[in-house]
């Protein structure tokens, strides 16, 4: 089974950027659709961005679109998420998440069966 590590979280601003990674170990990522969810205190987790295998393909959840950018290199087995324009709601801890790669990228998070412990992002108004 794949293993996840995201690491890039911090404290922003609001309007500020941030660059999350998540790097795989165990298998290589060119085997799994991949994506981001995040989650506070009050709510479920919520689907962020997942991007297909190969990353021609890219779905992101209406919050963030147009904000945030989920791209890989399977060569270094790493996914990225590129925040931009941070806002105090996305204050949340983010996760990683990894599936079979037959899966399309998509906010359903029963294709995703490896899950990162998850890396803190904060943004102040």
């Known amino acids: 089974q794949v293993q996840l590590e995201e690491s890039g979280g911090g404290l922003v601003q609001a309007g500020e950027s941030l660059r999350l990674s998540c790097t795989t170990s165990?298998?290589?990522?060119?085997?799994?659709?991949m994506g981001w969810f995040r989650q506070t205190p009050e709510n479920e987790r919520d689907f962020v961005a997942a991007?297909?295998?190969?990353?021609?393909?890219?779905y992101y959840g209406y919050s963030v679109k147009g904000r945030f950018t989920i791209s890989r290199d399977n060569a270094k087995d790493t996914m990225y998420l590129q925040m931009n324009d941070l806002k105090p709601e996305d204050t949340a801890v983010y996760y990683c998440?990894?599936?079979?790669?037959?899966?399309?990228?998509?906010?359903?998070?029963?294709?995703?069966?490896?899950w990162g412990q998850g890396t803190q992002v904060t943004v102040s108004s």
């Open positions: 998440a990894a599936g079979p790669a037959r899966y399309p990228p998509r906010a359903t998070p029963g294709i995703y069966d490896s």
């Open positions: 165990g298998r290589s990522s060119s085997n799994y659709v």
């Open positions: 991007i297909s295998w190969s990353g021609e393909s890219t």
